[in-house]
């Protein structure tokens, strides 16, 4: 049966859907036969149940593109065109832009270059998902983090835990729901069905059961003001009818965290839709005029698209790489001097008016409360007092010893991660860039380090390069094309401060979590 929810439309055959996943195998040879089992069964279906096969069309077309393996994408291309003659009207493409609004399709890393450095990861995640995704090829730029980043996502829907997959699917679709992410709500609610699910559910958080009504305080309160959860919270969630363990609460914030996050960087690097979601094909001519956005907001057009990187802010790649090879610049001898730095900066990004998040949200049927807005940290919170290293990792690990080390590991790559790069220029050391990134994006969250100079911050990022973070950190569903097209940086950099802005907000607002539940 085909279940209809407001954000996609899914039906799924089980035998088919069976034969769709037995091509996640690296033996050439039974691929071989999978495809062969397909397309005979496919076309007999076509000629006796034509509606049936219809439901099957998006993913046969997602495969005859997107996969790593040429032989599946050569044998579902040649079913489609099979299909098309038999009378039978196939589906295409929507974007013609690849995997990414904002970052060209031949930059982007191609799933099927055997002699690519991340060519193995591709194809693990396709032996694992029976699908590459658009964020982990765009991610495919930073192979070295893409690997635990990988490890994190599937652990947390699919790997050990007191929570039952769909439960950990439907924690996810609410956690998106929070900055308007319809790309990341489309694929969990894929999992959640595929989990086993209860359809109803995706009709809106009304039809769940009461114990996941119970988590939208602190889905709200995580993703727009992380300072202001506390102890009281996560007592109260142990307490009474339906009540959550310690344990099946640290499992959902993890969740909650990583998908608040996540959908930042969906949202900051302009992500299409799966081409197997019902926005991101279509029965009409193909590259449509008008694309439905991973979000409800207006997508570029295809005029806006096609400008060049060099209608970005010429002034930003030079002024950055100015100051990085200068001395630090402003720097805070003094701890009360710090301690003003940190403070003028919030004051600063607080009186933005670009930082007011649009009320619309066309997944409001998720939320309990879907007018909740951002407001600015009133009070600094001292990142020592519960910091990652000290604190969130041992704590987090009394919980889950096997995701805190995953965790513990990809904070320190991404931490770590240079290629001595930046834009054209060679030998250049950009840790006070990657640093300012970092302690800027867990400032804007309200966490404070007595031990690094916020002096940095003010010297080294222009204020259009700080506004650019405020937005993409605290409402991302507001960013455009024109706040990533910044000039002289590679794309490969780009996302490269996407990810590092992901994970800084990921560690501070699951140490908030934890400090809680501590």
Same mark, same amino acid.
């Given at each position: 049966?085909?279940?209809?929810?407001?954000?996609?439309?899914?039906?799924?055959?089980?035998k088919?859907?069976?034969m769709?996943?037995?091509?996640?195998?690296?033996?050439?040879?039974?691929?071989?036969i999978?495809?062969?089992d397909?397309? %005979?069964?496919?076309?007999? !279906?076509a000629?006796t149940e034509?509606?049936?096969? &219809?439901? #099957?069309l998006?993913? /046969?077309?997602? $495969?005859?593109q997107?996969?790593?393996?040429d032989?599946?994408?050569?044998g579902?291309?040649?079913?489609l065109?099979?299909?098309?003659?038999l009378?039978?009207q196939?589906?295409?493409?929507?974007?013609?832009?690849?995997?990414?609004?904002?970052?060209?399709?031949?930059v982007v890393?191609?799933?099927?270059d055997?002699s690519s450095?991340?060519y193995h990861l591709?194809?693990?995640?396709?032996?694992?998902?029976a699908r590459v995704s658009?964020m982990?090829?765009v991610?495919?730029?930073h192979?070295a983090?893409l690997s635990?980043?990988? %490890?994190?996502?599937?652990y !947390?829907l699919?790997?050990?835990?007191?929570?039952? &997959?769909? #439960?950990?699917?439907y /924690?996810?679709i $609410?956690a998106?729901?929070?900055?308007?992410?319809?790309?990341?709500?489309n694929l969990?609610?894929?999992?959640?069905?595929?989990?086993?699910?209860?359809p109803?559910w995706?009709?809106g958080i009304?039809?769940a059961?009461?114990?996941?009504?119970?988590?939208?305080?602190?889905?709200?309160?995580?993703c727009?003001?992380?300072?202001?959860?506390n102890?009281h919270?996560?007592?109260?969630l142990?307490q009474?009818?339906?009540c959550?363990s310690?344990?099946e609460?640290?499992?959902?914030?993890?969740?909650?965290c990583?998908?608040?996050?996540?959908?930042?960087?969906i !949202?900051?690097?302009?992500?299409?839709?799966?081409?197997?979601?019902?926005a991101?094909?279509t029965?009409?001519?193909?590259g449509?005029?008008?694309?439905?956005?991973t979000?409800?907001?207006?997508?570029p057009s295809?005029?806006?698209?096609?400008?060049?990187?060099?209608?970005?802010?010429?002034?930003l790649?030079?002024?950055?790489y100015?100051?990085?090879?200068?001395?630090?610049?402003?720097t805070?001898?003094s701890?009360?001097l710090?301690?003003?730095h940190?403070?003028?900066?919030?004051?600063?990004?607080?009186?933005?008016?670009?930082?007011q998040m649009?009320?619309?949200?066309?997944?409001?049927?998720y939320l309990?409360n879907?007018?909740?807005?951002?407001?600015?940290?009133?009070e600094m919170?001292?990142g020592h007092?519960?910091?990652?290293?000290?604190?969130?990792?041992?704590?987090f690990r009394?919980?889950?010893?096997e995701?805190a080390?995953?965790?513990?590991?990809?904070?320190?790559?991404?931490?770590?991660?240079?290629?001595?790069t930046?834009g054209?220029?060679?030998?250049?050391d950009?840790t006070?860039?990657?640093?300012?990134v970092w302690?800027?994006t867990q400032?804007l969250?309200?966490?404070?380090?007595?031990?690094?100079?916020y002096?940095?911050?003010?010297?080294m990022l222009?204020?259009?390069f700080?506004?650019?973070?405020s937005v993409?950190?605290?409402?991302?569903?507001k960013?455009?094309?024109?706040n990533f097209?910044?000039t002289?940086?590679?794309?490969?950099?780009k996302?490269h401060f996407?990810?590092?802005?992901?994970?800084?907000?990921f560690?501070?607002?699951?140490?908030?979590?934890?400090?809680a539940?501590?």
């Amino acid at each position: 049966a085909v279940v209809s929810t407001q954000s996609g439309h899914y039906g799924r055959d089980t035998k088919v859907e069976d034969m769709f996943s037995k091509l996640a195998t690296e033996d050439e040879a039974e691929r071989a036969i999978v495809i062969q089992d397909i397309q %005979q069964d496919i076309k007999e !279906l076509a000629s006796t149940e034509l509606d049936s096969v &219809k439901l #099957f069309l998006s993913t /046969i077309l997602r $495969l005859s593109q997107r996969s790593p393996f040429d032989d599946i994408t050569h044998g579902m291309k040649q079913l489609l065109q099979q299909l098309e003659g038999l009378g039978l009207q196939v589906p295409r493409i929507r974007f013609r832009k690849g995997p990414s609004f904002y970052i060209p399709h031949d930059v982007v890393p191609k799933l099927n270059d055997t002699s690519s450095e991340v060519y193995h990861l591709f194809k693990n995640a396709f032996l694992n998902d029976a699908r590459v995704s658009h964020m982990v090829q765009v991610m495919g730029f930073h192979p070295a983090y893409l690997s635990y980043w990988i %490890q994190t996502h599937h652990y !947390l829907l699919r790997g050990p835990g007191q929570l039952p &997959k769909y #439960f950990r699917a439907y /924690i996810g679709i $609410l956690a998106s729901c929070r900055h308007h992410c319809l790309y990341s709500v489309n694929l969990l609610e894929r999992e959640f069905l595929c989990f086993g699910g209860p359809p109803t559910w995706l009709q809106g958080i009304q039809y769940a059961p009461r114990k996941i009504q119970r988590l939208s305080t602190i889905n709200d309160i995580l993703c727009n003001s992380p300072w202001a959860l506390n102890n009281h919270h996560m007592q109260e969630l142990q307490q009474g009818a339906d009540c959550w363990s310690r344990q099946e609460l640290s499992q959902a914030l993890t969740i909650i965290c990583h998908f608040h996050a996540l959908t930042q960087f969906i !949202l900051g690097c302009g992500l299409t839709h799966e081409i197997d979601s019902s926005a991101g094909h279509t029965y009409g001519s193909s590259g449509c005029s008008t694309p439905i956005k991973t979000s409800p907001l207006d997508a570029p057009s295809d005029e806006e698209s096609s400008l060049s990187e060099k209608s970005g802010d010429p002034i930003l790649f030079d002024d950055i790489y100015t100051r990085l090879m200068q001395e630090a610049g402003e720097t805070s001898n003094s701890e009360e001097l710090n301690h003003q730095h940190f403070a003028d900066l919030l004051e600063q990004q607080s009186n933005r008016e670009l930082l007011q998040m649009r009320k619309s949200n066309a997944l409001s049927h998720y939320l309990m409360n879907p007018d909740f807005q951002y407001t600015v940290a009133k009070e600094m919170i001292h990142g020592h007092e519960f910091d990652w290293e000290e604190m969130g990792f041992p704590v987090f690990r009394g919980y889950n010893t096997e995701l805190a080390d995953i965790l513990d590991e990809k904070f320190r790559v991404i931490q770590s991660l240079t290629y001595n790069t930046m834009g054209k220029r060679a030998n250049v050391d950009t840790t006070k860039l990657r640093e300012s990134v970092w302690y800027f994006t867990q400032q804007l969250l309200g966490v404070y380090f007595t031990d690094f100079d916020y002096g940095l911050v003010k010297s080294m990022l222009p204020d259009n390069f700080k506004d650019y973070i405020s937005v993409t950190v605290l409402t991302p569903e507001k960013l455009q094309e024109d706040n990533f097209r910044f000039t002289g940086f590679t794309y490969s950099e780009k996302v490269h401060f996407s990810l590092i802005m992901m994970e800084s907000r990921f560690q501070a607002t699951f140490c908030y979590g934890l400090k809680a539940l501590d």
